[in-house]
């Protein structure tokens, strides 16, 4: 069914709302204000959902998206959408989030912080390699073009077939000539890349780090098999067009599961790591270590973080879920301790080594489960910081942070809807003082917050 109608709002997740009947309907690509014909894909008994098929009258808001896979690729959701209202809807989304899943009002949500770069921005990006292309429309009816090779991204709601992205804005100019050319050797090599659905094939990602601070480059070449003299080929292809390129490594896995990550990696060029900045602080990132994807943005969550902290120079402080220790490090100075858990043992050795790195004596890290690693806290934190991944905190672990009862808390957060649901289980016990949502990623519909928290 096409209808006309008006949109009229923004539904987390990057969908336009438009009313009908009374009923919701979630418009893919659609901005408020836009006057445009839709067309129902899905109906169910309190929404409906649809897809875009022309603007008739475009909203004040809505701006020319500068990148030709913009309402295809699953990268980008809001790149139609001007920059300042991507913003005030990211805030706007924190704070209907706190109200109407936590019932938390009267809270200030302050303004969005901007990213200091709008493209351009992601140290990492991940590239798919398959044997069945998805056709842009100048691409439709060419015999057999779907069945060609592609190393690209996904479009969302299908898992076999990549985009052949020839340009992503979201990383720097210079990934797209080193993407380019790990296409044109994969092309030449002969062997097969690997089939999504087949699970046959050779080549599987094409995964690129890049330094903001210094400009230098990791290539991760994800295989199925090993075949060391083939990637060593293509590193020095690599390695002779671009200088740039400091670090070339090979991830080997079998395992059909669509991650970029290997069983085992060896080196092929160069240190297994880049060193890249946060304020004044080095870290070396390895190629399958977490690291906040956009540097720059980085700095301003963890200046937040301290800002929020309230450090004067004695607080013991429990970082939960410490990853690589970005945080501790970066608010080190500013306490007598920090004390740091992470289940992932990799993510600990490179805590420890960047604690080294920066001469940073007063953190200390304890590998293991949150729930036995908040058990083995001999000392009760004044402080506590809490970056948990997307689903947030068990309720043990919550529990636990009331029982342990510090005097602040810090929490960080990607996903506004368990934000909201942990705060609400943490409000016997502490008051939500103010909300700070952070864009880390400009022209998606994700945002980070930072809370302030105070015991009763």
């Known amino acids: 069914m096409i209808v006309e109608t008006d949109i009229t709002g923004l539904a987390f997740g990057g969908k336009g709302i438009a009313r009908l009947d009374g009923m919701a309907v979630f418009v893919e690509r659609a901005v408020p204000g836009d006057k445009a014909r839709i067309r129902i894909t899905r109906k169910k008994r309190n929404y409906a959902e649809a897809r875009l098929e022309e603007v008739l009258a475009p909203s004040a808001d809505r701006v020319a998206a500068p990148c030709r896979y913009s309402g295809i690729c699953g990268g980008c959701t809001w790149q139609f959408l001007r920059y300042e209202k991507q913003l005030e809807y990211k805030r706007r989304h924190v704070a209907e989030s706190l109200e109407h899943i936590g019932a938390i009002t009267g809270v200030p949500v302050h303004a969005s912080l901007p990213s200091p770069a709008m493209f351009g921005y992601r ?34 709601g299908t898992f076999h077939k990549v985009i052949d992205i020839a340009e992503c804005l979201l990383q720097p100019a210079a990934g797209n000539r080193i993407l380019d050319e790990i296409r044109g050797f994969i092309r030449s090599s002969g062997r097969p890349v690997y089939g999504l659905r087949s699970h046959a094939g050779f080549w599987r990602f094409a995964m690129l780090r890049n330094s903001a601070a210094n400009g230098g480059w990791m290539v991760n070449i994800v295989t199925a098999t090993e075949d060391r003299a083939m990637v060593k080929t293509l590193a020095e292809r690599l390695t002779a067009a671009f200088p740039e390129v400091v670090s070339i490594v090979n991830n080997v896995t079998a395992r059909q599961a669509g991650v970029a990550v290997g069983e085992f990696e060896h080196g092929v060029f160069g240190a297994p790591s880049i060193r890249d900045a946060i304020g004044r602080f080095e870290f070396d990132v390895s ?31 429990l970082d939960l879920y410490s990853g690589t220790g970005t945080i501790p ?4 100075g500013h306490c ?10 990799s993510a600990v050795a490179d805590a420890e080594r960047n604690c080294r790195l920066n001469g940073v004596s007063n953190c200390r890290f304890i590998r293991g489960d949150i729930l036995e690693g908040l058990s083995g806290v001999a000392v009760r934190p004044q ?23 510090p005097e602040r ?19 016997d016990g502490y008051a939500v003082r103010e909300v700070q949502p952070i864009d880390l990623f400009p022209h998606t519909f994700h945002v980070e917050s930072v809370v302030r928290l105070e015991r009763k």
């Open 123 to 156: 140290n990492k990006m991940e590239f798919t390699c398959t044997d069945r292309k998805w056709l842009l429309p100048e691409e439709m009816g060419q015999p057999g073009a779907e069945n060609g090779f592609a190393l690209g991204l996904h479009v969302p």
């Open 287 to 317: 190629a399958n270590s977490f690291f906040q994807t956009n540097t720059r943005g980085a700095a301003l969550l963890y200046k937040t973080v301290l800002e929020y902290a309230g450090l004067e120079g004695q607080e013991t402080v």
């Open 329 to 332: 490090i970066y608010i080190s």
């Open 336 to 345: 007598r301790e920090v004390v740091g858990i992470e289940i992932i043992a």
């Open 383 to 405: 402080v506590m910081v809490i970056d948990p991944p997307r689903v947030g905190m068990a309720k043990e672990v919550v529990q636990q942070v009331l029982a342990m009862g």
């Open 409 to 427: 808390i810090v929490y960080v957060s990607c996903n506004p809807a368990t934000l909201a649901r942990d705060l609400v289980m943490l409000k």
